[in-house]
């Protein structure tokens, strides 16, 4: 079994197979809450969970609004690069300022 992110405790494969057993057999029962209560006991997980991994598999493939993972994985990169460039504009704005003040000084002086 291989896993899908070291911080998980259930792999790829039994999140897959949780997941297609909660669509496959949600007509079984009265609520869709009752489904995933009933097969995440079988599972060991929560049902906050399994609804959970239902919820992303349906945003990853369209049927539900929302970011995908790839999508959420891109806006972190543009906010990381966004927050370094304002780090380095402010930098430039500083040292525009101290070397506007020297030559200032450097005038003043003469």
Not at 26 to 48: H, L, M, V
Not at 63 to 68: K, M, N, V, Y
Request: hydrophobic share 35%.
């Amino acid at each position: 079994m291989t896993k899908g992110n070291s911080g998980n405790r259930f792999s790829t494969e039994v999140r897959a197979r949780a997941k297609r057993l909660a669509l496959e057999n949600e007509a079984d029962y009265r609520t869709r809450s009752e489904c995933f209560r009933s097969i995440s006991k079988k599972i060991g997980c929560s049902p906050e969970t399994l609804r959970d991994w239902v919820n992303k598999q349906a945003v990853e493939t369209g049927d539900r609004e929302g970011l995908t993972q790839s999508e959420c994985a891109q806006m972190k990169e543009l906010q990381r690069e966004i927050r370094e460039l304002r780090q380095a504009n402010d930098i430039l704005r500083k040292a525009s300022a101290f070397f506007a003040a020297a030559d200032l000084d450097r005038l003043w002086k003469r």
